[in-house]
């Protein structure tokens, strides 16, 4: 559901989006992430989501380029596991 909006969003500016489409209601994303196996998102986009959301495991890749106040939004979330990848070289 997501990919089909934001399929038929991308060719809209922002004004067009909201008129069309508004923001993605609460209840909408519960009901799409409580489908997903697999959910991809920045360190900071896991802030837009509910506070009760709760992952087993968290993936954080390029670890070693995200800031420390970063890697705390999905930190809050963790329930067992949390890999950090990355290389301190880059």
Sequence with gaps: ELLRREKQQSNLNSTE???LFGPAKPKEIREIISKC???????SGVGILEP????????????????EPNILIPLVRITDQIVLVGDQKQ
Excluded: G, H, Y
């Design 52 to 67: 009760s959301l709760k992952f087993p495991f968290i993936l954080i890749d390029e670890a070693s380029q995200v800031t």
């Design 17 to 19: 989006n909201r008129t």
């Design 37 to 43: 196996q697999i959910l991809c998102m920045t360190c």
